[in-house]
């Protein structure tokens, strides 16, 4: 409660002269500290600039830092995802940013999350992804899509002796593996917290440069309703995954489908002396296997499309049953895997967007017919991630922020905003 407090009284009391635009992102996952960031981009310098962001568990306590972090732009079937080679090249860059805040990081720039400086590991793992071909169908689609690549992720056909002189003992029924050399395995949580202390690092940059009051706020509170906000912003963005169905203002109103993911985390046994190769790539198959480090593997992941579980927490019998679920399909393609030992187990509650013509497509614009404000907030969303938030969230940020900015909604591709003429959304108002 005392946080809370602390977050009303601070908002309430900045004169409103001292900010000439104000902004609030409900959502410290990949959306929201995406948006904050490209907010600080893409804001006037002459005028001074405010961001909160609230998350009631923090930085990445959501699905987003339950996510196994592969990170590459195609399909199962190895084609190139709607805008892949501008989200791939965008997520790049935004993990440049991160890495460089880490090397930099100073305790006092981001006092709200000291955890950030046990963070001995790398945020991203530079191994590479490799996908066995299981059945002759998807083998030929497979073959045919890979002649077609993102120049800087490459994809390399390899027979049973090249991938498995990449992952030896690795099942390889039809000859026939992909590999993706450049693609990467990022952790998720490590990586937020440094995108975060990167927009305040950044926020201090332009407070010096340009002379201007610049902050970036994150408080850990919950916003139950949007009037809690009405009149204190110049645009609230929500960026709240599964939760956005909480707010009464979008409750039943949105073509979005929930859908829980376990996800186990695996140790190798110290006494085993048959180590993960440093340099040998994850695995994607029914089940994905995100190595991050020679002992340690996330497994992943189940998909519970009945649950209405927010909670990160899973319980002894749902450990069991995902186990139950993903061994089998993992060892399919790895068998060694049955010889690491189940350590924990996470879950996310992953909001699924609507399928369209270009795939599965988050959904964002504006949403101030919901909302209906009675000044001039602009209400703006970004939702429906998905499973794919980690490849969407750097591209996408960066369209919504120059919406925002620019209060136009036209600067995003119509794709993005069809969601508005379906029939859920439209009846609903």
């Known amino acids: 409660m005392k946080t809370m407090l602390n977050a009303r009284m601070c908002i309430s009391t900045i004169p409103a002269n001292n900010c000439s635009a104000r902004y609030a992102v409900l959502g410290a996952g990949f959306a929201g500290l995406s948006v904050a960031w490209h907010l600080l981009q893409h804001s006037s310098k002459d005028s001074h600039l405010?961001?909160?962001?609230y998350d009631e568990v923090g930085i990445g306590g959501a699905a987003s830092g339950v996510s196994g972090g592969l990170l590459h732009p195609y399909s199962p079937k190895v084609k190139v995802l709607w805008r892949g080679e501008d989200c791939w090249n965008e997520c790049l860059r935004l993990l440049s940013v991160a890495e460089r805040a880490l090397e930099a990081r100073v305790p006092d720039s981001i006092s709200q999350d000291s955890s950030f400086f046990c963070m001995d590991e790398p945020i991203v793992c530079r191994r590479g992804i490799l996908r066995t071909m299981m059945t002759e169908k998807n083998a030929e689609i497979m073959k045919e899509n890979a002649r077609t690549c993102i120049e800087n992720c490459n994809?390399?056909?390899l027979d049973k002796d090249a991938a498995q002189n990449l992952v030896p003992r690795l099942h390889v029924p039809l000859n026939a593996?992909?590999?993706?050399?450049?693609?990467?395995?990022?952790?998720?949580?490590?990586?937020?917290?440094?995108?975060?202390?990167?927009?305040k690092n950044q926020a201090d940059e332009l407070c010096v440069s340009f002379s201007k009051k610049v902050e970036v706020n994150l408080y850990k509170e919950s916003i139950d309703t949007l009037c809690e906000l009405a009149g204190k912003y110049n645009a609230v963005i929500i960026c709240l995954g599964a939760k956005v169905d909480m707010l009464p203002e979008f409750s039943g109103k949105l073509p979005l489908r929930t859908c829980r993911g376990v996800v186990a985390q695996l140790n190798l046994s110290a006494h085993s002396r048959d180590e993960y190769g440093c340099n040998s790539p994850s695995i994607l198959s029914d089940a994905w296997l995100s190595f991050q480090g020679p002992r340690t593997v996330l497994m992943g992941s189940t998909w519970d499309w009945s649950s209405k579980n927010y909670s990160s927490s899973v319980c002894e019998d749902e450990s069991s049953m995902a186990l139950q679920e993903l061994l089998p399909k993992a060892s399919a393609v790895y068998p060694s895997i049955r010889e690491w030992t189940f350590i924990r187990a996470r879950a996310g509650l992953r909001a699924m967007p609507?399928?369209?013509?270009?795939?599965?497509?988050p959904i964002l614009g504006c949403v101030n017919d919901a909302v209906k404000p009675k000044n001039k907030c602009m209400y703006w969303l970004f939702g429906g991630l998905g499973s794919r938030g980690l490849l969407y969230h750097a591209f996408l940020g960066k369209l919504l922020a120059r919406a925002v900015v620019s209060d136009d909604e036209m600067v995003l591709p119509p794709e993005l905003t069809s969601w508005k003429q379906m029939k859920v959304w439209k009846y609903n108002l």
């Open 50 to 53: 405010c961001i909160d962001i």
């Open 155 to 157: 994809l390399e056909l």
């Open 177 to 199: 593996a992909v590999y993706m050399p450049q693609a990467l395995s990022i952790r998720p949580t490590h990586y937020l917290q440094a995108l975060f202390a990167a927009c």
């Open 354 to 361: 609507p399928l369209t013509n270009f795939g599965s497509l």
